[in-house]
Nanobody
């Protein structure tokens, strides 16, 4: 199985930046190098929302409209990063890393809290 562990969340002022990291481990973690990896978030009282995803190559990325131009996703094998700039209060949420074979989201991390103060 695959375990995902996020880090890098915290409290930041509006306009600031944070860099989230997620590392895959476990018996089949090596396979994650070929999986799409992504980030999702859940804000208080809202449904989980897709944020960004990256293919096995950093050449293939996609973003939610709400973060495009402010967030950058990248990866290094079975690690994925989310550089978040120009943060605002609407970015406050728990951020989750996810991955899975064939474009699925079978594996999820526990999440890391990002709080943006205005």
């Amino acid at each position: 199985q695959v375990r995902l562990e996020e880090s890098g969340g915290g409290l930041v002022q509006a306009g600031g930046s944070l860099n989230l990291s997620c590392t895959a481990s476990g018996r089949t973690a090596r396979a994650v190098r070929t999986y799409v990896m992504g980030w999702f978030r859940r804000a208080p009282g809202k449904d989980r929302q897709f944020v960004a995803a990256v293919g096995w190559s950093n050449d293939s990325t996609r973003y939610a409209d709400s973060v495009r131009g402010r967030f950058t996703i990248s990866r290094d094998n079975a690690k994925v990063y989310l550089q978040m700039n120009s943060l605002n209060s609407e970015d406050t949420a728990v951020y989750y890393c996810a991955t899975g074979p064939k474009g699925s989201w079978d594996y999820w991390g526990q999440g890391t809290q990002v709080t943006v103060s205005s």
